[in-house]
């Protein structure tokens, strides 16, 4: 299944989220919505340039449609259209406190593969610690796209993410990452629609998104 992902930089973060879920409102309108999540940046971890996140899941149309990007001279919005590369599975229920890691790798197409090997051993560590939830990391499907990778991670907490990121046994894999420009942060997220609403009431998803931020 296709996906965009919008990196979003705005002036104006008090509104960013009510426009956004106003725009998914027409985007889940088309027969090939799935799922649209958005993630408020709340903690730099390195160069995170931006403050939201957008994750949109549905074929071809709806990913390739305008939608939702919000058309502001408040707001800039880089989309990068992606695929699904490896999804480590878990407990996906949202609890209030719970933090995603999501990290943009502003990298080439040649490097997609040494960081694909360093992913994979750093993900032995990071799954094996307490409060890791689940993971996806997707993969441009443009070889000049600016993001080649991006990972959206699901922790039980930010504290339970920053414990695992500090351990020593992690300082090897932090050493390595240093040879790449990525854009860590932590965030929460604070707003999503699924197909069920979409499928409930197609015509309210504005006041049925899932608003879980402060």
């Not at 695992?164 to 790449?180: E, F, G, I, P």
Request: contains cysteine.
């Amino acid at each position: 299944m296709p996906y965009a992902i919008d990196v979003i930089t705005t002036n104006d973060r008090a509104n960013l989220v009510s426009a956004w879920c106003h725009a998914v409102e027409d985007l889940a309108r088309f027969p090939g919505f799935v799922t649209a999540e958005l993630f408020e940046m709340k903690r730099d971890i390195r160069n995170a340039h931006y403050d939201f996140v957008g994750v949109i899941e549905g074929d071809d149309t709806v990913c390739e449609s305008d939608a939702p990007i919000v058309e502001s001279a408040l707001h800039t919005v880089e989309r990068t259209l992606c695929r699904l590369e490896i999804r480590l599975d878990g407990t996906s229920d949202h609890c209030d406190g719970h933090s995603w890691m999501v990290n943009p790798f502003e990298i080439t197409n040649a490097q997609i593969p040494e960081v694909l090997d360093m992913w994979n051993k750093a993900k032995d560590h990071m799954v094996a610690k307490e409060g890791f939830i689940d993971a996806r990391l997707f993969r441009a499907r443009s070889e000049t796209a600016r993001y080649g990778l991006i990972n959206v991670a699901h922790w039980r907490s930010a504290e339970f993410f920053m414990a695992a990121l500090d351990d020593k046994a992690y300082v090897r894999h932090r050493a390595r990452s240093m040879n790449y420009i990525l854009h860590p942060s932590l965030c929460s997220r604070v707003a999503a629609v699924f197909t069920t609403d979409v499928s409930a009431h197609p015509r309210s998803l504005a006041s049925r998104a899932e608003r879980v931020g402060p």
